[in-house]
């Protein structure tokens, strides 16, 4: 990649002296020095296989990864049809109506909670942050077979019937409500805490002026503090916030498989692609779908880009 | 499980708005009640998060029956320590290959992230170079498709290079991090450009300045990067799943997934085995909170 001493010419911003054998002192050769393997990398292993997916999108694509027997877009067309893939749209609607709105105003309540104590805050803070620890599988693991397990004896089942709530079957019945709850729950878990930090961080950068202003201006309560002052302040945080919670549900995967498996049910996009690419062997609409959502979230980022602003240096 | 408050740094500063208004507020029955309030929501919370934690280590030391039985308790009457024995013995579970798999990967991934992302964003960021700018637009294209979506397209490169059910295959891929070169150039931007002049006065080219200067000024932040890096690498589930097909491949993630959901070892070994997984990243988080919080705050926000 790099060839020492090789760039004289180039050497326009070349350092003072070029004492010693083998210093790279050359722009050219120092750059690719330093991007030069990333550079080979992102080609290879980005940018190569999306050409090769949208390529291969076009062609059926049975048990090969060879383009060839183009169907043009057929393959497209089969997955917008009324199906699995607009299914899993679906379910992925469903998801994100419940896990964006809980995890943002769950997380921001316990930063705002954490930000008005003293003692023990740094306690506190640690025990909500380290389900961050914790992987998908594990508490789907712990969701599945102890908190919710369908039989008599699960935790949930145990304490409903204290309540003297029936038995309730969790993830083994396919009635919409209960499996629901166990998905967005295990997520929930998961996440509050690091979103808590992103909370909590915005919350130290607003000034401690303007709440003696707001106190000034005859601001009395905790609602009208937060209505006027924090809230608004924290808007770039909660921009960011939402975008980060819209795109990791979208690429929702663990905790679906884990739990209810390839259930016709609750299948979102990345697991439906999942079974169609890894176990029918079915690379042409396994890659369709794949670029289909990644324009999907392309156009979500770059909408939210045209409204917020993303990308500028700051 | 609780994490212990004397391993915990506050980085976050302490709010300086307290002081002012702390000066303003009046101890009154009002407040007293309020802040009872805010210790009890706070409490409730906390157990409800330990709680899954809680039952890992019990259901670990439990017997099966003991797991989900009636009349079941919070609190079991016996621990079984044997539960370790069995779990490590037990030939049909080869937890401690995947443990090792997950280890040497996450390792491997994130000493390789580091190096390639962060040489990468210097020179995007220090080295005036024509190719400087389009190489970054074409870094930031790729920040707007999340790696878990092309999953597929990945797959067909790496069967291509026969890759699969290889160390290489799981690592190689993920090292080229549009993301992180992105923080880290966003991060040498700001490095302060006289620590490094004075390298270069001293005649270190790029590179010297780079490894004598920049990087032992940088801990800070790589140890952050480090940290996200590595649990991310740890908890990672789908990429390991399909490139790490025979079991001699898996991660500890995909094993304990093919054992939950295929049902073929005990509930107390596949607890344990879960307690197991987990307990580096515990460790990791309680000594590195620092610079995991600083790492979120970082990454999360620029994301």
């Known amino acids: 990649m790099s060839a020492p001493t090789l760039a004289a010419p180039a050497a326009d911003m070349a350092p003072p002296a070029q004492r010693g054998r083998g210093r790279i002192s050359g722009v050219t050769s120092a750059f690719w020095l330093f991007v030069g393997p990333f550079v080979v990398g992102l080609v290879i292993f980005v940018y190569v296989p999306i050409a090769w997916s949208v390529i291969l999108s076009f062609s059926r694509a049975q048990n090969t990864v060879t383009p060839g027997d183009w169907v043009g877009l057929q393959n497209y067309i089969d997955l917008l049809r009324p199906g699995p893939f607009l299914d899993s749209l679906i379910t992925f609607t469903i998801f994100a109506a419940f896990i964006v709105p809980l995890t943002f105003v769950l997380s921001l309540g316990l930063a705002l909670l954490l930000n008005q104590v003293r003692i023990m805050r740094a306690f506190f803070r640690s025990v909500y942050f380290l389900p961050t620890a914790c992987s998908y599988v594990v508490a789907s693991l712990v969701w599945k077979l102890s908190i919710f397990n369908g039989v008599r004896f699960g935790l949930a089942n145990t304490v409903l019937s204290w309540f003297g709530v029936d038995n309730i079957a969790w993830l083994a019945t396919t009635s919409p409500p209960w499996y629901w709850l166990v998905i967005v729950t295990v997520r929930l878990w998961l996440q509050i805490g690091f979103y808590m930090i992103l909370f909590l961080a915005g919350l130290q950068r607003i000034s401690p002026e303007l709440y003696e202003a707001a106190a000034v201006d005859g601001a009395r309560n905790a609602w009208q503090t937060f209505r006027y002052i924090t809230f608004p302040q924290l808007r770039a945080t909660s921009v960011a916030v939402l975008l980060l919670l819209l795109i990791n549900a979208y690429q929702a995967f663990d ?19 999942y079974y169609t690419a890894q176990f029918n062997q079915d690379f042409g609409h396994g890659t369709a779908g794949a670029v289909i959502l990644a324009l999907l979230i392309m156009i979500v980022t770059l909408a939210q880009g045209r409204i917020f602003g993303f990308g500028r240096a700051e | 499980m609780s994490a212990p408050t004397s391993a915990v740094t506050a980085t976050v500063p302490r709010e300086q708005q307290g002081a002012v208004r702390r000066r303003r507020r009046r101890v009154t029955l009002g407040s007293v009640v309020a802040s009872v309030l805010r210790y009890l929501a706070l409490i409730i919370s906390a157990v409800l998060f330990l709680l899954p934690f809680y039952l890992i280590l019990r259901n670990a030391l439990s017997k099966d029956t003991d797991i989900t039985a009636p009349g079941w308790r919070l609190f079991p009457e016996q621990l079984h320590w044997e539960n370790f024995a069995e779990l490590f013995t037990d030939p049909s579970v ?168 295929a049902q073929t070892i005990n509930l107390h070994e596949l607890f344990l085995a879960a307690a197991v997984s987990i307990a580096p990243l515990v460790l990791v988080f309680v000594f590195l909170q620092r610079y995991l919080v600083q790492g979120v705050a970082e990454t999360g926000i620029k994301g």
């Open chain 1, 255 to 273: 905790e679906f498989f884990n739990l209810v498996g390839n259930s016709s049910f609750a299948r979102p996009p990345l697991v439906y692609l």
């Open chain 2, 94 to 261: 080869n937890i401690l290959q995947s443990l090792a798999n997950s280890a040497i990967i996450a390792v491997l991934q994130t000493a390789g992230i580091l190096l390639i992302c962060s040489m990468a964003g210097y020179g995007l960021a220090r080295i005036p170079y024509r190719w400087a700018t389009p190489i970054f637009y074409a870094t930031l294209v790729t920040l707007m498709i999340p790696p878990a979506v092309t999953f597929i397209p990945s797959f067909i490169i790496v069967s291509q290079l026969r890759w699969v059910d290889t160390y290489q295959g799981i690592i190689v891929p993920v090292l080229f991090s549009g993301f992180t070169t992105f923080l880290f150039r966003q991060y040498f931007l700001n490095f302060p450009r006289s620590l490094e002049e004075a390298a270069r006065v001293d005649g270190l080219g790029y590179f010297g300045a780079f490894w004598r200067v920049v990087v032992p000024n940088s801990g800070a932040f790589f140890a952050a990067i480090a940290v996200i890096t590595f649990i991310a690498s740890w908890n990672a589930f789908l990429w390991p799943l399909i490139i790490g097909q025979d079991a001699s491949m898996w991660t500890v993630q995909v094993a304990l997934s093919t054992f939950l959901t």
